[in-house]
């Protein structure tokens, strides 16, 4: 009976091994050479430390660029903003001078510190500082929140409310409206926030912290206080609204009436001047009409029986006339002769003739005295 025999496994030599571990050794090596170098930015700060021990600072123009140090753990790279921060805290609770509970907020722009000038030792930078005091700018900036809001309790604690809005009443708007109150106020919380009147050291001699600004952004009441604060301006604006109103109307009044009284008295004298002159006019045209009429009153007569006969003679018109009615005597004698006596040139006066065929004349037996002209309609 025969069988196949399994050949033995066959185990990597040593050779083998390096072949195999020399690649990822050397990608390791590089690395971690790699390390060996610090890229200084010109926006940060860089510390280098040896075994926690500071052993290189990085934090003037001339040190920008690329540096070499041990590879890391050996020697290892901490780096700090250079640039101004803008810290905004939440605005806290206080009480003024005539306890008044007001809310209010205040922003502060810091930095780390430049170097003054090249120091001898590496904790005489203000970055060396900032970093063996505080580490790191949430630790930087909760320091200045609580030493901000300690300062700024107790100064506004010795200004009222009123002062510190710069009203003298609820009325009344800003008294200033620049380099006021608030100003004074922002510049000493400015210089008490750098340094106390009781501290030995400045922030930047202690910490490294150069404080840029600090400003009080804004002042309002708490949110439980709001509501009733806001209804009791709009009721004093309410007030003021209707006082200012009542003024206004009754000065509308005044000068409307005194516009009124002028209107009537203007009027009136414009009526009496056109009646005055109306009235000169009609008898001037009176004098002139009677001097016509006196120069011819013959012609004057013609005229105004053609004016009537203009006026009552139509297509549905029939006249029943006496044989001596003036009327009469016109259509059927027509025009008196010319006397010799010429009068003065006239306008003439052209006069249709009425229709035969719709108008018929017919002349009424004489009566006895003197009876109108009967109209009757057809």
């Not at 013959?298 to 003679?313: M, N, P």
Request: glycine share 6%; aromatic share 6%; hydrophobic share 35%.
């Amino acid at each position: 009976m025969s069988s196949t025999a399994t050949p033995p496994a066959q185990i990597p030599t040593r050779g083998a091994w390096r072949r195999r571990l020399a690649l990822p050794a050397l990608v390791g090596t590089c690395a971690w050479l790699t390390t060996a170098g610090v890229m200084v930015d010109e926006t940060e700060f860089v510390v280098v430390e040896r075994l926690g021990t500071i052993v290189s600072v990085y934090d003037t123009p001339a040190s920008r660029g690329l540096h070499f140090k041990l590879p890391w753990p050996i020697e290892t790279v901490r780096r700090f903003d250079r640039r101004i921060h803008f810290f905004d805290p939440p605005g806290r609770e206080v009480f003024t001078r005539d306890k008044k509970n007001i809310t209010v907020s205040a922003y502060i722009n810091w930095r780390i510190a430049e170097p003054t000038s090249e120091v001898a030792a590496f904790a005489d930078s203000p970055v060396v500082r900032f970093y063996r005091g505080l580490g790191s700018r949430e630790i930087a900036e909760a320091r200045l929140e609580t030493r901000l809001r300690s300062i700024l309790t107790t100064l506004v604690g010795q200004i009222e409310l009123d002062s510190l809005l710069e009203v003298e009443s609820s009325e009344a708007g800003p008294r200033s409206p620049e380099g006021g109150l608030l100003d004074r106020l922002s510049t000493q919380l400015t210089a008490e926030v750098r340094r106390r009147a009781d501290e030995d050291e400045s922030t930047l001699d202690r910490l490294g912290i150069e404080l840029v600004d600090v400003r009080i952004r804004r002042i309002n009441f708490p949110e439980g206080n709001q509501q009733s604060v806001f209804e009791r301006m709009k009721s004093e604006r309410r007030k003021i609204a209707e006082r200012y109103r009542s003024a206004g109307q009754a000065d509308s009044q005044m000068i409307r009436s005194r516009a009124d009284r002028q209107y009537t008295e203007l009027l009136a004298r414009a009526r009496g001047d056109a009646e005055r002159i109306r009235g000169r006019a009609e008898a001037e045209a009176v004098g002139i009409l009677n001097d016509a009429h006196a120069l011819d009153p013959e012609f004057y007569q013609t005229l105004r029986t053609l004016d009537a006969y203009r006026k009552f003679l139509n297509e549905k018109t029939t006249l029943i006339l006496s044989s001596s009615s003036p009327l009469l005597k016109l259509l059927t004698e027509g025009l008196p002769p010319e006397t010799s006596e010429s009068p003065p040139a006239l306008v003439p006066l052209t006069v249709g003739e009425p229709d035969a065929a719709k108008t018929s004349i017919v002349p009424a037996p004489r009566r006895t005295g003197t009876e109108e002209p009967e109209e009757t309609p057809r």
